[in-house]
């Protein structure tokens, strides 16, 4: 058996370069176009043989995603109607995770799988009936409840501290609820494991316990330092306040997973304010520590 | 003054290729890629001096047409937010003309332009909430009370044969309305104007009577014939089901067109399945009759 995890798409909400967006790294992309770094928004594709494949968050770059990757296209001998994609799980209800849900229309079976409090989120938008109930089965899964995600593949969720999505927010935000709206995953075909982690807000000792001596683990790599966006002009949050540690300074990853023994260690779900986006010390910084920094169609094997 | 038209987007519903479709056109880019002919999704851009631009239309397919098209990106002689995009016009609740709403989120200003049908829609599903009311101001629009959609251009919005969007649709379905869930637009700078019309169901003399004459008209071209969506073995609904007049046969576009003398007729929003896209014999007749095939990017000036 044999556990794939390709990356969909690399970068957080809005993507590399964001749609309105001058700073840095997307100023770049506008004044040097394909020269630039560039990712699409946060997602990814899950498979034991490599024939059906799971997709962890449905991100608005979906179509432009599914275009530039072979794995999830139609295959040439199958009917009128195909895609390998045989199930979708979300991670949380952010926009850039449910997003692409709407793409994913036009009569196409699969499974939609989500935890209560996602579903729910769903449930309230009726233009989620885009997919046609008849062929989307949507499944609830508990935390800690194994289930079959694709053919070869377990699947398991487990909370991780986050917050409600910003447009679900009221007036005071709790950041680091751990409960049902954000959750992390743990995928393995019997043999190998791994976890994906696209969004976390701390690493609380029992996340801590869990993830320690995994043979490879992609994580949340939102923002390099927690008032990135601030210091950017750019935003008034910190990272913190969206939900997401930064990978620097006290409580980051980068010091987090120093003890754990991680065996690989993949940053996803990069802002476009990141600077190791580009070659430069932070980059440096982070791959001196043995991360590697994820990208748009990088797949490894386990 | 000059009046300028940029197609963003000339595909119907899925764009082509379609995530999921083995049809001919679709199976075409999963076997060849950018040598095949694709297109991205229904919209349509407006300016008069060029340096805003209002969009008619929010694709799902909106980050990577705004990234393909220099006219719609962040200026480098402006803030660290900024775009061109001064208003979003919706001529119905279809997704593939809401969808992109969910991408020009992150702080950014413009004006949201529906009729109050289509608001209904918009407000009735939270996730719009995206869109920051305090930032993206939701203007109702009447039919026939003309208003500014970007400096310089004035729209006009006017009832056609339409239907509810499908993912709205009840036991029954009617599919000729006229209401305010489907329009077409006028747009004029005071010397010139156009008419862009991406769904029409049929041609009642009325909408034939406005469109006499005209200088330009975008107009529906989802289907080459009526029932090809069920001869392609993709769909069991006609176009006319769908609320799309077909081009060719009884009561088609070509038709309908044929004494109107319009200026200059431009399809858009063709679905995946039209012959039209590649060389042939219906290509031919369309252009025959005086029709030009849109793409993403054209771009004419009046």
Request: aromatic share 6%; proline share 5%; charged share 20%.
């Amino acid at each position: 058996m044999t556990l794939r995890a390709l990356i969909v798409g690399a970068a957080a909400g809005g993507g590399l370069p964001q749609w309105n967006c001058n700073a840095r790294n997307s100023a770049a992309y506008w004044r040097e176009g394909a020269g630039a770094p560039s990712a699409t928004q946060s997602s990814l594709a899950v498979s034991s043989e490599g024939a059906n494949w799971a997709l962890i968050n449905a991100s608005p770059d979906i179509r432009a995603q599914i275009m530039a990757r072979s794995q999830l296209q139609p295959r040439s001998d199958q009917g009128l109607r195909d895609t390998p994609i045989v199930s979708v799980l979300l991670t949380n209800a952010d926009i850039d995770h449910i997003g692409g849900l709407l793409t994913l229309r036009e009569r196409q079976a699969f499974q939609l799988i989500t935890t209560a409090e996602v579903a729910e989120v769903l449930a309230a938008n009726p233009i989620f009936n885009a997919l046609d109930p008849a062929l989307v089965t949507r499944r609830v899964i508990g935390l800690e409840d194994p289930f079959d995600l694709a053919p070869g593949v377990r699947a398991s969720l487990f909370s991780v501290p986050g917050k409600t999505p910003l447009y679900l927010e009221g007036e005071t935000v709790e950041t680091e609820v751990l409960g049902e709206q954000t959750v992390g995953v743990e995928l393995s075909d019997g043999a190998s494991s791994f976890f994906y982690i696209p969004g976390c807000a701390a690493m609380p000792a029992a996340l801590a316990d869990r993830l320690g001596g995994a043979a490879l683990v992609f994580f949340d790599g939102t923002l390099w330092e927690d008032d990135e966006m601030i210091k950017q002009g750019v935003g008034q949050k910190t990272g913190r306040r969206m939900g997401h540690m930064p990978m620097s300074g006290e409580g980051g990853s980068l010091a987090a997973f120093s003890d754990l023994g991680v065996a690989r260690k993949v940053y996803v779900h990069m802002n476009n304010t990141n600077p190791v986006w580009r070659s430069g010390p932070e980059r440096e910084r982070a791959e001196a520590a043995g991360w590697e920094i994820g990208y748009d169609g990088m797949e490894i094997t386990l």
